[in-house]
T-cell receptor, first 116, second 115 residues
Framework: AQKITQTQPGMFVQEKEAVTLDCTYD???????LFWYKQPSSGEMIFLIY??????QNATEGRYSLNFQKARKSANLVISASQLGDSAMYFC?????????????FGAGTRLFVKA | DTAVSQTPKYLVTQMGNDKSIKCEQN?????MYWYKQDSKKFLKIMFS???????INETVPNRFSPKSPDKAHLNLHINSLELGDSAVYFC??????????????FGEGSRLTVL
């Protein structure tokens, strides 16, 4: 069963606007971590933001914030004030604390296009 | 100073050949990984080592053999290469201690093309 689901294969956003990339996950663990990574066209994988399952506050890192809704098992990434350099693939990922060992699993990704 | 470095960045080879990819991290992390990214950009874990011990071995053909000589190095050897092995192979590392879950630090990837 798919544990990380990203339902948007591609998204367009106008420069300077905000965009939300969706991610839902499936786990029976109480302890887990959720991550977002960015992969620009150059190919490297860049860590953006982390949310722990016990964190009560939504994580924020600069223009990135993670909208964590535990009951809905969703961990959407919000990018505010989009820039042309935000055009990239974005991956949601999860590691389960107790049963997941050291395995981080990834969603299929969302390709974001920022329009000038 | 690159945190996670992989060599080579590009490999082009014929079917049936054997190739190796090397990875080194200077972050002092305990855990290292190999991920495979296919042409559709899907990332799948292959192997993980924690302090030189193999802890994750996904359903990967026996032709793939990882080796970790020490906790800073993780190599991947592939025998009898097939067309379907063409992909980008990422090395990554993480530090998981005290119950905290660490993010992955990725190398730049090694693009393998099998002709």
């Amino acid at each position: 069963a798919q544990k990380i689901t990203q339902t948007q294969p591609g998204m367009f956003v106008q420069e300077k606007e905000a965009v939300t990339l969706d991610c839902t996950y499936d786990t029976s663990d109480q302890s887990y971590g959720l991550f977002w990574y960015k992969q620009p066209s150059s190919g490297e994988m860049i860590f953006l933001i982390y949310q722990g399952s016990y964190d009560e506050q939504n994580a924020t890192e600069g223009r990135y914030s993670l909208n964590f809704q535990k009951a809905r098992k969703s961990a959407n990434l919000v990018i505010s004030a989009s820039q042309l350099g935000d055009s990239a693939m974005y991956f949601c990922a999860m590691r389960e604390g107790l049963t997941g060992g050291f395995k981080t699993i990834f969603g299929a990704g969302t390709r974001l296009f920022v329009k000038a | 100073d690159t945190a996670v470095s992989q060599t080579p960045k590009y490999l082009v080879t014929q079917m049936g050949n054997d190739k190796s990819i090397k990875c080194e991290q200077n972050l002092g992390h305990d855990t290292m990984y190999w991920y495979k990214q296919d042409s559709k950009k899907f990332l799948k874990i292959m192997f993980s080592y924690n302090n030189k011990e193999l802890i994750i071995n996904e359903t990967v053909p026996n032709r793939f053999s990882p080796k970790s000589p020490d906790k800073a190095h993780l190599n991947l050897h592939i025998n009898s290469l097939e067309l379907g092995d063409s992909a980008v192979y990422f090395c990554a590392s993480s530090q998981d201690a005290g119950g905290l879950i660490g993010e992955l630090f990725f190398g730049e990837g090694s693009r393998l093309t099998v002709l």
